[in-house]
């Protein structure tokens, strides 16, 4: 594993789509010790440089509505969001596919791969945006390959969430104006 980012630091987080920058953004290090914890602050600025295949956020100029704190682990071919509303009330939970991490000496390279998991407050949950596999493979927005590893870990990610084997569940407690609680 490369050397952990300090707790306090900046970096940044880029999507890299067919090679090169789709979008960027910072995030704040909330800890990296074997998971990467990181917070997306609402107003964050966000870049998204020219690409062939237009970002659907590419009408955003910076973050909006929410903070969100975002846990990685290297190999994952997702991420767990855990949502706060302008007030900094828990609004849910978010399980986001994605490529796995990649470091960088500033921060990480990612890719979204549609796939989501949304997560009520209570625990109860629901997919989101399946029907934007198909169009992403015909397109070529997402491969073969990472369409079958995003099925793969959703099939994971779906048994944890029955059996309710969080390993996120350890940062239940924090909140953007406190941290832990």
């Known amino acids: 594993m490369a050397e952990p980012y300090a707790a306090g630091s900046a970096l940044r987080v880029r999507e890299v789509l067919h090679g090169a920058e789709w979008a960027s953004w910072d995030e704040r290090v909330v800890s990296d010790d074997g998971i990467l914890v990181t917070v997306q602050a609402d107003g964050t600025p966000m870049s998204f440089p020219e690409h062939p295949v237009p970002h659907p956020w590419r009408h955003l100029d910076a973050w909006q509505g929410t903070t969100v704190l975002k846990m990685r682990r290297e190999g994952d071919w997702y991420s767990v969001w855990r949502f706060f509303d302008p007030d900094g009330a828990f609004v849910g939970w978010y399980v986001n596919f994605e490529t ?6 500033d921060g990480i390279e990612v890719n979204d791969l549609q796939l989501d998991i949304v997560i009520a407050p209570d625990g109860s949950w629901q997919w989101k945006d399946v029907q934007d596999l198909a169009p992403s493979l015909a397109s070529g927005r997402i491969t073969r390959d990472e369409l079958l590893a995003v099925l793969a870990e959703a ?5 944890l969430l029955d059996r309710d084997e969080r390993w996120w569940a350890p940062w239940d407690g924090w909140t953007p104006q406190g941290g832990m609680i």
Do not use: C, F, K
Not at 100 to 105: I, N
Not at 155 to 159: F, S
């Open 100 to 105: 796995p991490v990649v470091r960088t000496d």
């Open 155 to 159: 099939d994971v990610v779906a048994g």
